[in-house]
């Protein structure tokens, strides 16, 4: 019999008591709390425990290459080694009624302890998960439907060949052997935004694709010191002219087309954020200020069998006046963007430039109000772009606009909260195309993971959670770094 989950966290926190790492904030008196609210545990709220670990609890996980190398369709298969990973699936479809409907499937893993102290608790990797799946459609003219996510630590599958993954009644699976497409989807789950609650399915068969492009550098996106993440993405995947529906509610809606982009991105030391592994490259971590954490994420499928993937990870310049804002409209956000644009091959681009959201909305639903609270925080909900590389016409200057009124506000099921939506894509002649916009990291506090990990009273533990790095700590860094023998080995870790 698997150990409970107050048993694996008493494990894990005693674990990291005994074994603290080198240039790092003294957690003892955080763990020692910690360890105070290890009774009953269910599988949700240990996971949202972890969210409260420091900086150390990368320590024990598979450690990413500098220099990836992918092999396809092996790289398909969640690696369960790895602190966490997801296959994200997202698209605009067009139903049999004439209208379009954005879908958003996610198959999210995280491993709840590092593979050594797992297997001293006799634990399969299998065991080891946690799976949330994250279900969400857009109609037209209509709203935004998001169920609450579903956490499986159970009846769950992985299979390489053909490849599977599972969790519950919500899958990905190959429908041959080898090749990863054609693939059909399956995700449900209930938007108890409303009562009673809506239920929200999905069946998708993809009969083709453009081949995989990896994402950042050579797939490392980025991943220095043994943490971060590896990241390759398969654009324009079509639907199959038969076989595909939505369910909202009552409603069956059959799908005659679409087009959809799948993510498949994994690593160690992203939630929570994790130190390098690498010592010098860990004290390195100790001297800059650290940011606020989250990102805006797009993807669009232009008119002309040409795609473009962007981000913007957020920075504390922009903390003040849009980050956890609930009182007036915040104004107009200018940052900088990068991703690549995927011409007609299936060749991928470096591309940069400007983003400006011209328009916000608040949050102002829950997919289950019980657990992750109504946040009536802004969220972007306009977006204007231009980029200056060497891009198609129809990539200079462009639009988003979400195609529902009202928001695309979600959660993860440790707490956080973000927004992910289908969009409509506009130059200046008018429509050029469809895609998704992604925000997270808008809302910084931790109540709500404090109130599923059942530690939300408890003050004095809260007061803990932001060990900041001390002048001690940094002057330590910097000496290490000093020695020609620390400073040559940064080099060769960050070349």
Known sequence: MSPDFSTRMRARLNDLLSNPDTFTPDYTERYQALLEHCNDLSAHSAY??????GKDSSRGYRELPTHPSFEFPAAHVPDLECQVGWHFFVGTAIGADGLHYGIQFMLWTYSLLPGPLRDELGIDAIGNQVVEVHVAVSREGDRHYRGAPVVI?????????PFCFRAGDNFAESLQQGPFIPLRIHGSALDGSDSPGIPVSFDLTFDDGKPPFLQGKEGAAPSVGGVGTLYYSIPLMNLAQEGSKVRIGDETIELVSGEFWFDHQWGTGFMPNGNPRQVDVRAMSDLPTPGPGGWDWFMMQFDGNEQLTLAAMHDNSHKAHFYDQTGAKPGIMNVPVSGKWIDVTGAAHEVAGEMRVTDWVRAERSPDPAIYPVSNVWYPNHWEFELHDDVPDIMRFFELTPIVDGGQAGYFAPGMQYSEGAVVVTGKDGLVGRGFAES?????????????????????LAQTLDSPISLGLKLRAIAHLAHPSSFKALLSELR
């Open 48 to 53: 949202a425990m972890t969210m409260l670990l």
């Open 440 to 460: 997270v990291g808008y809302v910084t506090g931790r109540d709500p993971i404090l109130a599923i990990a059942g530690v939300s009273e408890d003050t004095a």
């Open 153 to 161: 630590t159970s009846d769950i599958e992985v299979n390489t060949d």
